[in-house]
């Protein structure tokens, strides 16, 4: 018996196809940036308390898909894994697909756009613990 196959690939390179998308927010500090699958920009913030049971870590948005900057009090919560919701998966949903560490060249490279420095300075200044 042969192992199933997903677009001509066995189970196995399915999986790893898709693990190669697979985020871990616990290895994200303050300031690092988070690219979603559609486009949105995101500051990781910090761990949600201990006694939120649903949603692992806060997250600011600071552009959207559209094209638009937000303000500063834009808040959502992500999982571990970056996802949007911790219970249905949809293919809408804007998941985490690349952290962008903070001190690296990309991430140097990102906040030469000045409205976008502005507010991801300003998400830093407001949760710097």
Same mark, same amino acid.
């Given at each position: 018996m *042969?192992?199933?196959t997903? +677009?001509?690939?066995n189970?196995?390179g399915?999986?790893?196809?898709h693990v190669?998308?697979?985020v871990?927010?616990?290895?994200?500090a303050? *300031?690092?940036?988070?690219?979603?699958?559609?486009?949105?920009?995101?500051v990781?913030i910090?761990?949600?308390?201990e006694?939120?049971?649903?949603?692992?870590h806060?997250?600011?948005?600071?552009?959207?898909?559209?094209?638009?900057?937000?303000?500063? +009090?834009?808040? *959502?919560?992500?999982?571990h894994?970056?996802?949007?919701?911790?219970q249905?998966?949809?293919?809408?949903?804007?998941?985490?697909?690349?952290?962008?560490?903070? *001190?690296?060249?990309?991430?140097?490279?990102?906040?030469? +756009?000045?409205?976008?420095?502005?507010?991801h +300075?300003?998400?830093?200044?407001?949760?710097?613990?």
């Amino acid at each position: 018996m *042969g192992s199933k196959t997903c +677009n001509g690939m066995n189970g196995i390179g399915w999986i790893d196809e898709h693990v190669k998308k697979m985020v871990d927010l616990r290895d994200c500090a303050l *300031g690092d940036i988070l690219i979603g699958r559609y486009g949105s920009i995101q500051v990781y913030i910090k761990p949600t308390d201990e006694d939120c049971d649903y949603y692992d870590h806060m997250v600011g948005f600071l552009y959207t898909p559209g094209g638009s900057y937000l303000s500063t +009090n834009c808040i *959502g919560s992500r999982t571990h894994g970056g996802h949007v919701d911790k219970q249905g998966r949809w293919n809408t949903d804007d998941n985490v697909e690349e952290i962008i560490k903070m *001190g690296t060249d990309k991430h140097t490279e990102m906040l030469t +756009n000045e409205d976008f420095k502005m507010r991801h +300075n300003i998400y830093i200044t407001e949760y710097k613990l």
